[in-house]
Each structure stands twice: as structure tokens, then as C-alpha cells.
């Protein structure tokens, strides 16, 4: 039997980044999930940028997590952990409550190989795949987002 859980102690992370149109980008969660119980200990933002190319936002952030003891055994065991990041770009308003203007979920399954110890991340979306000789390889592509359009 499947089901869902978040693995982060503290499931909302947010991050919002001004620019000149009042418009800003949140980095609202990152999570983890996988077919059993596990959690991570905390994302921080290391640092963001948007610009504008077009009608398209692209984003540029560098991000850290900290996987917990649970995930990893989980992860070396042969159980793939599944990685959300969602993006908003929201409108900031002084009176109400911030509009979402534009949603983005990145979507990522991270699995370790035991014969020949590799560690692979698949992009959902795309289904291309990454394959790292260790955690801290495969840990530091999912850590990077370069040139996310949104």
C-alpha cells in the first residue's frame, strides 16, 4: 500500500524576491516523499534571481536541504524519494493577500543503485535522467536551479 507524506518537519519555506514590476517569486516548498516515514530537517535559500525574457520569468536559485537519517537508510535501501519544488510567481498587493499569477511544480525522482552504488535523478516531467557517483552529486543538481522558466 502507496501513500503520501511530506518529509519536512516544517513544510512551508518561503522566499519572496521584489522586483521593479511588484511581482516576486516565492520559493514556497520543497519536499520529499516516499513510501515510508522520513523527513528532512530544513531548506534555506541560499540565493535567487529573476529577470524577465520576453512574457517568460526565469528564475536562477541555489538551495539546501538536509535529509534525514530515515530518508537516507530509506534511499541506500532501494526506495526512490520523490522531490517537489514549487515555484509561484505571485503580485505583491499592500491591502490583500498576495495573487498567484503563475504556479510551477518541479518534479524529481531521486534513487540509489546498490550493484554499482550510483545515485540517479529523474526529472518527472521530462524523464531525463542524471547519474552521480555520490549523494553529494545528485543532492547538489536538485540544490541548483538555473534558468527556470515560469
Same mark, same amino acid.
Not at 511530506?6 to 511588484?22: D, G, H, I, M, W
Not at 498567484?100 to 521530462?126: A, C, I
Given at each position: 500500500?502507496d501513500?503520501?507524506?511530506?518529509a *519536512?518537519?516544517?513544510?512551508?519555506?518561503t *522566499?519572496v524576491?521584489?522586483?521593479?514590476f511588484?511581482k516576486?517569486?516565492v520559493l514556497?516548498l520543497?519536499?520529499?516523499?516516499?513510501t515510508g516515514?522520513?523527513?528532512?530537517? $530544513?531548506?534555506?535559500i541560499?540565493?535567487?534571481?529573476?529577470?524577465?525574457?520576453?512574457d517568460?520569468y526565469?528564475l536562477d536559485?541555489?538551495?539546501?536541504?538536509d535529509?534525514s537519517e530515515?530518508?537516507?537508510e530509506?534511499?541506500k /535501501?532501494g526506495i526512490?524519494l520523490q522531490? /517537489?519544488?514549487?515555484?509561484?510567481? =505571485? =503580485?505583491?498587493?499592500?491591502?490583500?493577500?498576495?495573487?498567484v499569477?503563475k504556479?510551477?511544480?518541479?518534479?524529481?525522482?531521486?534513487? /540509489?543503485h546498490?550493484?554499482s552504488? /550510483?545515485y540517479?535523478?529523474?526529472?518527472? %516531467?521530462?524523464g531525463?535522467?542524471h547519474?552521480?557517483?555520490?549523494?553529494e $552529486?545528485?543532492?547538489g %543538481?536538485?540544490t541548483k536551479l538555473?534558468?527556470i522558466?515560469?
Amino acid at each position: 500500500m502507496d501513500f503520501f507524506m511530506p518529509a *519536512l518537519k516544517n513544510t512551508e519555506q518561503t *522566499l519572496v524576491l521584489p522586483s521593479r514590476f511588484t511581482k516576486s517569486v516565492v520559493l514556497l516548498l520543497l519536499y520529499l516523499s516516499t513510501t515510508g516515514p522520513a523527513s528532512a530537517t $530544513g531548506i534555506t535559500i541560499q540565493s535567487s534571481a529573476t529577470h524577465r525574457e520576453g512574457d517568460i520569468y526565469v528564475l536562477d536559485a541555489a538551495i539546501q536541504f538536509d535529509i534525514s537519517e530515515n530518508a537516507l537508510e530509506a534511499l541506500k /535501501h532501494g526506495i526512490a524519494l520523490q522531490i /517537489h519544488t514549487i515555484l509561484r510567481l =505571485k =503580485k505583491d498587493r499592500a491591502w490583500l493577500w498576495d495573487s498567484v499569477l503563475k504556479e510551477t511544480v518541479l518534479r524529481y525522482r531521486m534513487e /540509489h543503485h546498490p550493484l554499482s552504488g /550510483h545515485y540517479m535523478v529523474t526529472e518527472l %516531467f521530462t524523464g531525463i535522467r542524471h547519474t552521480y557517483p555520490t549523494l553529494e $552529486g545528485a543532492v547538489g %543538481f536538485l540544490t541548483k536551479l538555473n534558468n527556470i522558466p515560469f
